[in-house]
């Protein structure tokens, strides 16, 4: 496996300064840009080409907090974070209720698919309001429990950089995080794409 901290100079660690980041990647990637190469020869273009995927896989990767958990677990455990589909307990309340929104959302949606009255759509219309206010309301809780485990690996990541033995003692916490983060940002998406469908 690529460690990709390694790959774009950064320490091993659990939280990462995006604009640092980016800026790290920018200056790897500009060696090796496929627009530097149009007339350089094929070996050399398909070299800097497969370079410049990697640091953008890289950059992509630690860039987002659930996606460079995982592949710090991966690195320091030499595996997957383990029951991932296992939905914590203490999500299973949200779990319920974002899912009785989303297919009560669903109904309506349909429901307004195939109403062609006008009187029934202005009616629809107003209805499509209520729903959207909900799931922004929902949508807003999401991003707040987001929040709040990004401050969490921020601690985490404190005590990463002060330990330098007993680092294992960590690594359960941060699976529980990237277990979360899972969960909420699957709902964000689901929530989003509702939002979007009861605008058109």
Known sequence: MTDFF???DEPRRPWIDVERLKTRFLEHSATCHPDR?????????ANATRQYTELN?????????RTRLKH??????????????????ELMD????V????????AFLKGKEQATSPLLKVKIFQDGMTWTDQLNETGGRIRTSLAGLADEIKNIDAEWLEATVGRDQLLPKL???????????????????RVVRLSL
């Open 6 to 8: 390694a790959l774009l």
């Open 37 to 45: 190469f149009h007339n350089a020869p094929v070996a050399e273009k």
């Open 57 to 65: 896989a890289a950059y992509e990767c630690l860039a987002r907090d």
């Open 72 to 89: 710090l677990l991966e690195l320091e455990r030499s595996a997957p974070p383990e029951d991932i589909q296992k939905t914590p307990a």
């Open 94 to 97: 949200l779990f319920f209720g």
């Open 99 to 106: 899912g009785k929104l989303l297919r009560e959302v669903d």
């Open 175 to 193: 699976e529980n995080i990237y277990r979360h983060l899972s969960y909420y940002e699957r709902w964000q998406a689901q929530v989003q794409e």
